[in-house]
């Protein structure tokens, strides 16, 4: 996984969750990566939604539990809006 | 993961006690257990009642991942009767298993798009987790100023938990009750700031809110930013004649001028008060000109009672001029008050609101600590 949109999700996640951006890969997620914590999860996805434009559904949320659920969340969500 | 909120009912409550189970194991204080039954202890749904309490869950097939309580309350705003719901006790199983680390900003996600003017209450400071997330949600907060008055010095010098959190506080407090210095110190302080009584106050203990109450309440409500019903029915809900509540009516000559309900607690190893007699101002209500005349009436009544020491919480600029007046000091509060976007912009500019706004220990869940 090396699409634009996985580029962008990494940037921000890395930032969100104070880790180097190649410590963030597609299967990183709140089990593997210690920071990623409730606040932090919130964090994520507020600066997804600040980053596309986007509003998350509750139940879009908890799908988001890993880099690759996002990047999937997020193109469907992207796809849908254009 | 496929988790949806749903009302609590009853065929969940033994998913609802394993989540506890799991929350336990984690370490979690079995005050932020979720209720395990479905019918609300407090404040239960019942016909024509306006105030009440809804609880729900987080479910992910045949587990319970979380959940929150919604409060329902009508609110006088900006002028205007409007529902405004009270957010609260929501848990969720992300704070012991990490794959679990969406589910809190579900249920206030969720919550939001059921009641969009939401608020929170108490929640123990700014730096606990639930108001960091409120407050990276765009809420806004302020703390409800804490006031406290002594009235047996030496007890309270002896016993009060703050005070004595490093041992060389300890020392002095104990050196203090111990030679009386304490004692003569408070009691000439509470001198200096008590102001005298309005002539013609009277207070009247009752048993139940009468019709007085509704008159008062459409009087007064007119004065306040936003203050939650206190009219008569939503008085003998919140505070019924057969359980601990000491209520006061307050009358200066012949009239009516308010009413305060207050509390005579006696604790027991509690990690605040220790074992003092704590008298709390848990609500009370009149127009802010007549403030002061319930503030004194309440602590008198306290007083009188024997409480060692006297707590109350208020966020209305002229109730904490009543409580300085009457000789409270205020300190640290970590009581606070948290409006969503919603309610925040009906109250703009909210750093200005705040203090115009009326809430006390009677809103939100109530007196359950004191």
Redo the contacts between chains.
């Keep these: 996984m090396n699409s634009p949109l996985f580029e962008r999700v990494r940037g921000i996640a890395a930032d969100v969750l104070q880790v180097s951006g190649n410590e963030i890969t597609a299967q990183s997620s709140?089990?593997n990566v210690e920071t990623?914590?409730?606040?932090?999860?919130?964090?994520l996805?507020?600066a997804f939604e600040q980053e596309f434009g986007v509003q998350?559904?509750?139940?879009e949320?908890?799908?988001?539990?890993s880099v690759q659920r996002i990047v999937a969340v997020l193109a469907h969500k992207l796809n849908h809006h254009s | 993961?496929?988790?949806?909120?749903r009302p609590y009912t009853e065929d969940l409550i033994p998913a609802v006690k394993a989540f506890n189970g799991r929350l336990a194991c984690g370490g979690v204080a079995p005050e932020f257990h979720f209720p395990e039954s479905n019918i609300p202890y407090w404040l239960r749904k019942a016909d024509g009642r306006r105030i009440y309490q809804e609880y729900y869950l987080a479910v992910d097939s045949d587990f319970v991942r979380g959940g929150f309580i919604l409060k329902y309350q009508d609110v006088f705003l900006n002028g205007e009767m409007r529902p405004v719901v009270y957010y609260h006790l929501p848990v969720?199983e992300?704070?012991v298993n990490?794959?679990?680390?969406?589910?809190?900003?579900?249920l206030l996600?969720?919550a939001l798009?059921m009641q969009p003017m939401l608020f929170a209450l108490g929640m123990g400071g700014f730096d606990r987790?639930l108001p960091?997330?409120l407050k990276?949600?765009g809420w806004s907060l302020c703390a409800v100023p804490f006031y406290f008055k002594v009235h047996h010095p030496a007890r309270v010098l002896g016993e009060i938990g703050p005070l004595r959190q490093g041992a060389g506080w300890r020392g002095l407090a104990d050196l203090a009750a111990y030679t009386g210095t304490g004692w003569l110190g408070i009691k000439l302080v509470n001198f200096m700031r008590s102001r005298s009584a309005p002539r013609g106050l009277s207070a009247e203990r009752i048993n139940g809110f009468g019709l007085w109450a509704d008159d008062l309440w459409r009087r007064c409500r007119e004065h306040y930013r936003m203050i939650a019903v206190r009219d008569r029915d939503t008085l003998n809900v919140l505070y019924p004649a057969d359980e601990k509540f000491l209520c006061i009516k307050i009358s200066v000559g012949s009239g009516v001028v308010g009413w305060a309900v207050v509390l005579d607690t006696q604790m027991h190893n509690n990690k605040y008060f220790g074992n003092l007699r704590v008298g709390s101002i848990v609500d009370c209500l009149a127009a802010p000109e007549n403030a002061a005349a319930v503030i004194q009436a309440a602590t008198r009544l306290l007083e009188d009672c024997g409480v060692d020491v006297i707590v109350s919480n208020e966020s209305h600029a002229a109730w904490c001029d009543a409580l300085g007046s009457a000789g409270f000091f205020r300190a640290q509060s970590n009581y606070i008050f948290a409006a969503s976007k919603s309610l925040a912009e009906v109250l703009a500019p909210f750093g200005t609101s705040r203090d115009q706004i009326f809430l006390n220990r009677g809103d939100g869940d109530g007196p359950v600590n004191l």
């Design positions: 709140t089990e990623w914590d409730s606040l932090h999860h919130l964090n996805v507020l998350f559904e509750p139940e949320i908890d799908q988001m539990n | 993961m496929a988790i949806a909120i969720s992300g704070i990490k794959a679990y680390a969406s589910v809190g900003v579900h996600r969720s798009r987790p960091q997330m990276a949600m």
